[in-house]
């Protein structure tokens, strides 16, 4: 983590020239990259372990991530369709779902994926449950078993 927030830090600033302020802004980045280090490990637990997890699941992440794109345009397609359909009839409904995540970064990461897809919006988490308000009940059917859902089962494992 210190070296990807060092090499953030120097691409940021901007400046690449082999003379002494490049020195300096290479001194300058290492302290503030430690001290970030630092204050993730003491306030967030964070520790080489889990960084190490983090990297094994990288290629998950990414695949989320493009699976997250993906639901998006989709969602926005449909909500386009609705949207112009001639009689518009909506039929807003809100519904708990019971999630199989173990986790609370996969539970909030699901309840954000919700939210960013056009047309829901999760409006509370508790324990194993989320309430997602959805624009249209076609929208709220196969919340509790989506493919967000099976990629972050995934990733728990």
């Known amino acids: 983590m210190i070296i990807l927030l060092f090499l953030l830090w120097v691409l940021l600033c901007g ?4 003379d002494a302020g490049m020195l300096q802004i290479c001194i300058v980045g290492l302290a503030v990259a430690a001290l970030a280090y ?20 990288a290629p998950l992440l990414l695949a989320y991530f493009c699976l997250l794109v993906k ?6 397609w449909q909500m386009g369709r609705l949207i112009l359909k001639r009689d518009m009839a909506l039929h807003p409904v809100i519904v708990r779902i019971r999630v199989p995540l ?9 309840a954000n994926s919700i939210t960013l897809t056009p047309g829901t ?5 508790e324990e194993d449950r989320l309430t997602v308000h959805c624009v249209d009940t076609a929208f709220s059917r196969g919340l509790d078993s989506s493919s ?8 728990e494992k």
């Open 102 to 110: 173990r986790t609370r970064f996969a539970r909030v990461l699901l």
């Open 71 to 76: 639901e998006i345009l989709v969602a926005n």
């Open 121 to 125: 919006i999760t409006t509370e988490i």
């Open 15 to 18: 400046r690449f020239t082999a």
């Open 148 to 155: 967000f859902v099976k990629m972050l089962e995934r990733m």
């Open 38 to 57: 630092a204050f993730a490990r003491r306030a967030f637990g964070y520790t080489l372990r889990s960084e190490w997890r983090m990297w094994k699941k």
